[in-house]
C-alpha cells in the first residue's frame, strides 16, 4: 500500500466550516500536484444529484458528506459519511484492486468477512 496522504490547509478549512458551520454538506477531495497531498476541489451543499455529477469518471476522490436521515423513531438525524470514490476505469485499468460489493458492505475481494456468518 502506497503512503498515507495529507491534507492541505484548504482541505483543514473545508472540513473545519463543513463540522463547525453546518452551512455546507460536502467536501470532496483529490490528490494535488505535490504527491501525497489531498486539497479540496468542491465545498457546497449538495443534492444527492448534484455529488454524483461532481465525480470524475477517470479519477479517485475522496468525499465527506454529512447525511441527513430520519432515525427510526422519526428522530432527524445527521452523519458524517465518508466516500471513496474509485470509478471502475481507473481500478481495472490499473489492475491494482478487486472490490465486491456484499449485503454487509464492500470489501476487497482477497479480504475475509469479520463479525459473524
Known amino acids: 500500500m502506497s503512503n498515507p496522504a495529507g491534507l492541505s490547509e484548504d482541505s483543514l478549512a473545508a472540513l473545519h466550516h463543513l463540522r463547525e458551520k453546518r452551512e455546507i454538506n460536502t467536501v470532496t477531495l483529490r490528490y494535488a500536484d505535490v504527491p501525497g497531498v489531498l486539497v479540496p476541489e ?9 455529488l454524483v455529477q461532481t465525480l470524475p469518471a477517470d479519477e479517485p476522490r475522496l468525499v465527506v458528506h454529512e447525511l441527513a436521515f430520519a432515525s427510526p423513531d422519526g428522530t432527524r438525524r445527521h452523519a458524517p459519511l465518508l466516500i471513496f470514490w474509485m470509478p471502475p476505469r481507473v481500478c481495472c485499468e490499473s489492475g491494482s484492486c478487486s472490490f465486491m ?10 479480504e475475509r468477512p469479520v463479525g459473524p456468518a
Do not use: A, P
Open 42 to 50: 468542491v465545498e457546497g451543499n449538495l443534492t444527492h444529484d448534484e
Open 101 to 110: 460489493i456484499t449485503s454487509r458492505g464492500t470489501r476487497r475481494s482477497d
